[in-house]
């Protein structure tokens, strides 16, 4: 069983520009969520997608948006970067069946540094 | 909304004795409870969970953490610390149809 897979591990980027972050689902799991990760801070939910389309979203500027494509992979994308974007950013696939809600499981991150 | 609490911000203990890590939570609907661990540049692993079934839960590594629904409490102990379990440990809180909420994070260190 392949886990959560996220790539590039680490970039950097200047204000401004946009970037594309992408995220692998493990193995047989429909949904995908987007969390932002901030130095010494929790999670805060991004948004999150359900069989390709966006099925809920935290408090975040609609320069964040997403994706999730048939073979429920995903990309969160950030346009007009701010320095305060600076952050770990995780994705986590479950597989929600009939409206339930099942555990999460993360993948290791990309580290996203604006200068 | 719901949300998450971690009392301690940072948790030290010595080698061999018992790691306690408080989370309250708030939730107008029955919650699914969730203790994650995380290691310095790595995602989150779970550890344990709690869906309404047996209220005293068994996790990974020896963790294990009790529902009390009256103190709306989900802390997470272990009976003796071992160098290894340094790391930041993270609560989150869910219910049906409902996101992921997580507490600020708790981060435990382990002395020799």
């Known amino acids: 069983e392949t886990g959560v897979t996220q790539s590039p591990t680490h970039l950097i980027k200047t204000r401004g520009q946009q970037v594309t972050l992408r995220c692998s689902s493990q193995?047989?799991?429909?949904?995908v969520s987007w969390y932002q990760q901030a130095l010494g801070q929790g999670p805060q939910f991004i948004f999150q997608?359900?069989?390709?389309?966006?099925?809920g979203r935290g408090n975040f500027p609609p320069r964040f948006s997403g994706l999730q494509f048939p073979n429920y992979s995903s990309e969160l994308n950030v346009n007009a970067l701010e320095l305060d974007d600076s952050a770990l950013y995780l994705c986590?696939?479950?597989?929600?069946?009939?409206?339930?809600?099942?555990?999460?499981?993360f993948g290791p991150g990309t580290r996203l540094t604006v200068l | 909304a719901q949300s998450v609490t971690q009392l301690g911000s940072h948790v030290s203990v010595s080698e061999g004795a018992l790691v306690l890590l408080r989370c309250n939570y708030s939730?107008?609907?029955?919650?699914?409870l969730f203790w994650y661990v995380q290691y310095p540049n790595q995602g989150l692993q779970l550890l344990l969970k709690?869906?309404?079934?047996?209220?005293l839960v068994k996790g990974i590594n020896g963790f294990e953490a009790e529902f009390k629904k009256s103190e709306t409490s989900f802390h997470l102990t272990k009976p003796s610390a071992h160098m290894s379990d340094a790391a930041e440990y993270f609560c989150?809180?869910?219910?049906?149809?409902?996101?992921?909420?997580f507490g600020p994070g708790t981060r435990l260190s382990v002395l020799p």
């Open positions: 989150a809180v869910t219910s049906y149809g409902q996101n992921f909420v």
């Open positions: 939730s107008s609907v029955p919650p699914y």
């Open positions: 709690y869906t309404s079934a047996a209220t």
């Open positions: 986590a696939s479950s597989l929600v069946a009939g409206g339930d809600t099942d555990t999460q499981y």
């Open positions: 193995s047989g799991h429909n949904t």
């Open positions: 997608y359900y069989r390709e389309e966006e099925n």
